[in-house]
């Protein structure tokens, strides 16, 4: 896989990203109208939501790690940061199965895919972003890293996501 090879899987993955972000934000407002006329449907939603996000993330970063490990190496932050997000991802899944037969383990298991999945972010959002912006001098990926710091806002980091298709569709732009 080339350098070009893998800026298109970064694309394509933050593309999916973007995507699976604006299908939640989509959903919530279903999940809070079916919440207010029953209390099990409302749970039955959020526990589909819950599963279809982390799929959808699922799908997304498998190019994104491809992406980063062709552009930066196996063995780089970003990549290292995806694949974690890889785990995370698996890990949510199987607390939503674990909570189902005894709680307190699949709140446990939840929080390490939660501590796992920060991790993750830190390293493939953050300073993936930081590390395109330094090799590629596209300035979307700036400005989605100082959105990606700003986690604690919710709305900031989605803008990022959008930011960072775009910044890899510039930085292809670049090296063709």
């Known amino acids: 896989?080339?350098?070009?090879?893998?800026?298109?899987?970064l694309q394509a993955g933050f593309?999916?990203?973007?995507y699976a972000v604006i299908g939640l934000l989509a959903l919530i407002p279903l999940a809070v109208?079916?919440?207010?006329?029953?209390?099990?449907?409302?749970?039955?939603?959020?526990?589909?939501?819950?599963?279809?996000?982390?799929?959808?993330n699922l799908f997304a970063l498998i190019p994104i790690?491809?992406?980063?490990?062709?552009?930066?190496?196996?063995?780089?932050?970003?990549?290292?940061?995806?694949q974690l997000g890889l785990i995370a991802a698996a890990v949510g899944l199987l607390s939503l199965l674990v909570s189902a037969l005894w709680p307190p383990a699949g709140d446990l298991i939840n929080l390490a895919a939660g501590v796992l999945g920060f991790v993750s972010y830190v390293l493939a959002h953050i300073i993936g972003a930081r590390q395109l912006y330094?090799?590629?001098?596209?300035?979307s990926f700036h400005t989605a890293f100082i959105l990606f710091v700003l986690f604690f806002l919710v709305i900031?980091?989605?803008?990022?996501?959008?930011?960072?298709?775009?910044g890899s569709r510039d930085a292809i732009?670049?090296?063709e």
């Open 1 to 9: 896989m080339s350098e070009l090879e893998g800026l298109l899987e």
């Open 15 to 18: 593309k999916l990203q973007a």
């Open 33 to 56: 109208v079916l919440g207010l006329a029953s209390l099990a449907l409302a749970v039955i939603v959020i526990v589909v939501v819950a599963i279809v996000v982390v799929l959808a």
């Open 65 to 82: 790690w491809r992406g980063y490990s062709e552009v930066f190496g196996r063995g780089s932050l970003p990549a290292i940061g995806a």
């Open 134 to 139: 330094l090799k590629y001098e596209v300035d």
């Open 156 to 166: 900031p980091p989605i803008i990022g996501i959008w930011l960072m298709y775009n």
């Open 173 to 175: 732009r670049k090296i």
